[in-house]
């Protein structure tokens, strides 16, 4: 499914705002605003090769949110390569990380050196992904909008600068793989 041909297919962080400039100002906002602890970049630059292959659509709320958080802490590791396919370019592989049965992005997909698979996270943390449930009766039967609790998500994001991102990732390469490289 992903090998290195496939997954050498996305673009690098930088590529990507190059293609979509109009994104580029929220990035920046969400890179800034994220602080990366030395502990879990240690972690990860000692792990071994990592491979993280990024599902998304340029556009998207969580995707400007989360993918910068993502940026930061990997930035610049020689062991960590992150690259980003658009969801509707490779129906094929997004359709393997399904959320509840959709095509909810972004999903972030974590490999070894060999391209074997760790593990996924995505689209959202945990307890804004329990927001937006609650939410979701209340979208589908038109009582609020889909677009107000993206707001609502917005703010969650602002008031947590990356941190729970980054725990739910450090958790889930822990878990994953990071016990068996020591």
């Keep these: 499914m992903i090998d290195k041909n496939r997954f050498e297919?996305?673009?690098t962080f930088n590529e990507m705002l190059q293609k979509y400039p109009d994104q580029l100002e929220l990035h920046q906002h969400h890179y800034?605003?994220?602080a990366i602890q030395d502990d879990d970049r240690n972690l990860i630059k000692n792990a071994g090769d990592l491979n993280i292959m990024v599902l998304t659509i340029p556009w998207c709320g969580d995707s400007v949110a989360t993918l910068p958080v993502l940026f930061k802490l990997v930035e610049g590791l020689d062991n960590v390569k992150l690259?980003?396919?658009?969801?509707?370019?490779?129906?094929?592989?997004?359709?393997?990380y399904l959320t509840n049965g959709g095509r909810a992005v972004p999903k972030f997909v974590f490999f070894d050196g060999e391209f074997n698979e760790l593990g996924n996270w995505g689209p959202r943390p945990?307890?804004?992904?329990?927001?937006?449930?609650?939410?979701?009766p209340k979208i589908k039967s038109g009582e609020i909008s889909k677009e107000t609790v993206h707001q609502i998500l917005r703010k969650e994001y602002a008031k947590d600068?990356?941190?729970?991102i980054i725990r739910e990732m450090m958790e889930l390469l822990t878990k994953k793989f990071v016990h068996s490289k020591f």
Excluded: A
Aim: charged share 40%; net charge neutral.
């Design 32 to 34: 800034n605003k994220t």
């Design 83 to 96: 690259r980003i396919l658009e969801r509707d370019d490779h129906p094929d592989i997004m359709d393997n």
């Design 161 to 164: 600068r990356g941190k729970t």
């Design 9 to 11: 297919q996305g673009y």
């Design 126 to 136: 945990k307890s804004f992904q329990d927001i937006f449930e609650q939410y979701r």
